[in-house]
């Protein structure tokens, strides 16, 4: 299970009119009315009629957003029955004023990826300031969209996605032993973060220089890390994004992440690190393209050709936005030892590497490892190694060879 906690900062508003948002939020997006009946052999989504939606009310003084979120921390601990009630909840935080701060937002992954919580939010502000509209926009379903995903119309789409991942299984080695469960408490995992406020200017700017994306970026130069760790190799690395290629798809609220495989590539010491970027970037639009239209035929040939259950092992999530920010060269970023810390035993997918790109203000890169590969003595050199790559890149230019970053990757 997991659940998200969200802090939405409230305009001068009344509970009336927070009440009428929602409530219109939960007409416009069926994901928000939907509950589950798995009393059956298999599960099915049960859409319930619309009806009003009260938010509850926690009464504290808390102003500040550390406050705000603990003051709200109960939301989230709360277990969502999914059976018998859509899978969030809201409260508003009010003072003794009677002033309304923020609207706390509990939401079960089931019910929005961060494409649709970054909706909702936006769709509830918008609604608190100009109100309800008088005709709800012509929004796409979940329903429809599985219909047509399921349609003849979609058997090109969903064949080709069959075949693309045949062909990534075809140039990987045999499994190396035997593989990590797809799901399981783990202890033996650390993490640590690069961020500092130039990083986002540097990546964008080494991708202008690359004739790529900043996604495109970033993969790359994991890849080399990737090559440089004693993980297993027989497993590809994936890409986990949102599935909205499609316009029509954009204002969907639901989860529809998918994670796709991305062959590794060799590092040909004479090629610029420019050009690599450019392999890179194209085989990643292929891999997304092709994505997994159909997730059952691929977990029914990953069992075939792997011989295991379908796992995502070496993950890169990469949920930042482009962003406008002037490059800054010299810029500074201190990596402390204390950033890499020990992970408290939860539930999580077995991963080797798991590392997300959040669009904060400040942009931050995560990265969460387990220590039976990589220990944190490793991982300080590894975020620091991504740090010196993006700065030297940003300053000198691109055309780099890469036997330079590779001489340089030693953990």
């Given at each position: 299970?997991?659940?998200?906690?969200?802090?939405?900062?409230?305009?001068?508003t009344?509970?009336?009119?927070?009440n009428?948002?929602?409530?219109?939020?939960?007409?416009?997006?069926?994901?928000?009315?939907t509950?589950f009946?798995?009393?059956n052999?298999?599960?099915?989504?049960?859409?319930?009629e619309?009806?009003?939606?009260?938010a509850?009310?926690?009464e504290?003084?808390?102003?500040?957003?550390?406050?705000?979120?603990?003051a709200?921390?109960?939301?989230?601990?709360?277990?969502?029955?999914?059976?018998?009630?859509?899978g969030?909840?809201?409260?508003?935080?009010?003072?003794?004023?009677?002033s309304?701060n923020?609207?706390?937002?509990?939401?079960?992954?089931?019910?929005a990826?961060?494409?649709s919580?970054?909706l909702?939010?936006?769709?509830?502000?918008?609604?608190?300031?100009?109100?309800?509209?008088?005709?709800a926009?012509?929004?796409?379903q979940?329903?429809?969209?599985?219909?047509?995903?399921?349609?003849?119309?979609w058997?090109?789409?969903?064949s080709?996605?069959?075949?693309?991942?045949?062909?990534?299984m075809?140039?990987?080695?045999p499994?190396?032993?035997?593989?990590?469960?797809?799901l399981?408490?783990?202890?033996?995992?650390?993490s640590?973060?690069?961020?500092?406020?130039?990083?986002?200017?540097?990546?964008?700017e080494?991708?202008?220089?690359?004739?790529?994306?900043?996604?495109?970026?970033?993969?790359?130069?994991l890849?080399?890390?990737?090559?440089?760790?004693?993980?297993p190799?027989s497993?590809?690395?994936?890409l986990?994004?949102?599935?909205r290629?499609?316009?029509r798809?954009?204002?969907i609220?639901?989860?529809?992440?998918?994670?796709?495989?991305?062959?590794?590539?060799?590092?040909?010491?004479?090629?610029?690190?420019?050009?690599?970027?450019?392999?890179v970037?194209?085989?990643g639009?292929r891999?997304?393209?092709?994505?997994?239209y159909?997730?059952d035929?691929?977990?029914?040939?990953?069992?075939?050709?792997?011989?295991?259950?379908?796992?995502?092992?070496?993950?890169i999530?990469?949920?930042?936005p482009?962003?406008?920010?002037?490059f800054?060269?010299?810029?500074?970023s201190?990596?402390?030892p204390?950033d890499v810390?020990?992970?408290?035993?939860?539930w999580?997918?077995?991963?080797t590497?798991?590392?997300?790109?959040?669009?904060?203000?400040?942009?931050?890169?995560?990265?969460?490892?387990?220590?039976?590969?990589?220990?944190?003595?490793?991982?300080?050199?590894?975020?620091?190694?991504?740090?010196?790559?993006?700065?030297t890149?940003?300053?000198s230019?691109?055309?780099?060879?890469?036997?330079?970053?590779?001489?340089?990757?030693?953990?």
């Amino acid at each position: 299970m997991v659940q998200i906690l969200h802090l939405w900062q409230l305009p001068s508003t009344t509970i009336d009119h927070v009440n009428l948002a929602l409530t219109t939020l939960a007409r416009r997006h069926e994901a928000l009315r939907t509950i589950f009946d798995l009393d059956n052999a298999l599960p099915q989504q049960l859409v319930r009629e619309s009806e009003p939606v009260r938010a509850g009310i926690i009464e504290t003084n808390a102003r500040s957003w550390p406050e705000a979120t603990e003051a709200a921390r109960h939301l989230a601990a709360e277990p969502f029955d999914l059976q018998s009630h859509p899978g969030w909840s809201c409260a508003v935080l009010r003072d003794q004023s009677g002033s309304l701060n923020y609207l706390a937002v509990a939401l079960h992954h089931m019910v929005a990826d961060q494409w649709s919580q970054e909706l909702l939010k936006e769709q509830f502000l918008e609604l608190l300031t100009s109100g309800p509209p008088e005709a709800a926009p012509d929004t796409l379903q979940p329903r429809e969209l599985a219909l047509l995903q399921r349609s003849s119309a979609w058997h090109g789409r969903r064949s080709g996605a069959v075949t693309y991942w045949e062909q990534v299984m075809d140039t990987l080695p045999p499994p190396e032993g035997p593989t990590r469960p797809a799901l399981g408490v783990v202890a033996d995992r650390i993490s640590a973060t690069l961020s500092y406020p130039e990083l986002r200017a540097n990546i964008n700017e080494v991708a202008r220089l690359t004739a790529s994306s900043p996604q495109s970026v970033v993969v790359a130069l994991l890849l080399v890390v990737m090559s440089r760790v004693p993980i297993p190799q027989s497993e590809p690395l994936m890409l986990m994004t949102a599935n909205r290629f499609d316009k029509r798809w954009r204002g969907i609220v639901t989860t529809m992440n998918q994670v796709v495989p991305m062959p590794r590539f060799d590092h040909p010491a004479d090629e610029t690190f420019s050009g690599y970027v450019q392999r890179v970037h194209w085989a990643g639009q292929r891999a997304l393209r092709h994505g997994s239209y159909d997730v059952d035929a691929i977990a029914d040939l990953t069992r075939k050709r792997r011989g295991h259950e379908f796992a995502s092992s070496n993950i890169i999530n990469y949920v930042a936005p482009d962003a406008d920010t002037e490059f800054r060269p010299g810029a500074t970023s201190p990596i402390v030892p204390e950033d890499v810390g020990v992970q408290p035993a939860a539930w999580q997918v077995g991963l080797t590497m798991d590392v997300r790109v959040h669009g904060r203000n400040q942009l931050a890169i995560d990265f969460r490892v387990m220590t039976d590969h990589i220990g944190p003595a490793s991982l300080r050199a590894i975020v620091a190694w991504l740090d010196r790559q993006l700065h030297t890149l940003a300053d000198s230019g691109a055309e780099r060879p890469m036997s330079s970053l590779l001489e340089e990757a030693n953990w």
